[in-house]
Structures are given as C-alpha cells and as structure tokens.
C-alpha cells in the first residue's frame, strides 16, 4: 500500500494542524493505521493508531488527549487532529499501515508514508 502524508507546516504553540493520509494500491481496511513521529536526533516515537473499522483508537502516552485519529475507508484516508501544539511536539509524522492489529502501539509497521514535518514555534 502507498502512503502520502500532507498537513504539516509551521504553528505557535497552543495552534491547531490536522494531518491527512491517503492510501492506494491495496484494500485499505485490511490495514491497522497509525501515526508514529521523529523528533530530530531522537527515535521514532507511537503518536496514535485505530483499528481496521475504526472503532476502536490508541494514543501515545505524550498525547495527553490533544491528538485524535480518525478514519475514513470509504476515501482510503486516515487523519490526525492535533490541539493544543507545544514545542516538543515538533517532529516529522509518518502515517503508517500493517496487515496486524499487534502492530498498533509500536513502531513496527509494513509500510510507511513519507513523512510530513511539523514545527511548532514557542
């Protein structure tokens, strides 16, 4: 499956971004998604992940219910909303699939976008 991410930019902090993934090549709810980001000099970090139909989300433990995943088999895309921006938030966000639900609270994925960049300014 191929990925494209979008939505990154430029935001103070306390800003809003929403980020969007579209998908093509395979069947797209046959995929757990996910949201996994690289701040600079530091690893790749779970940001969030949702089940195949959506019913049911996951969150890293340094969203602190400001991110919220959703999304849409119908349109192959899969969104993430960020509220409340802070600084070290600042990272580049893979969008990210993989055929196995245990795969969701990792960073262990079978296909990854390539990444947009997020900047968030204090």
């Known amino acids: 499956v191929q990925l494209q991410a979008s939505g990154g930019g430029l935001v103070q902090a306390g800003g809003s971004l929403k980020l969007s993934c579209a998908a093509s090549g395979r069947t797209f709810s046959n995929y757990v998604m996910a949201w996994v980001r690289q701040a600079p000099g530091k690893e790749r970090k779970f940001v969030a992940g949702?089940?195949?139909?959506?019913?049911?989300?996951y969150y890293g433990d340094s969203n602190g219910g400001r991110f919220t995943i959703s999304r849409d088999n119908a349109k192959n895309t899969v969104s993430l909303q960020m509220n409340s921006l802070k600084p070290e938030d600042t990272a580049v966000y893979y969008c990210a699939a993989a055929a196995q639900s245990y795969a969701l609270g990792t960073v262990e994925y079978d296909y990854w976008g390539q990444g947009t960049l997020v900047t968030v300014s204090s």
């Open positions: 949702i089940s195949r139909n959506g019913d049911r989300t």
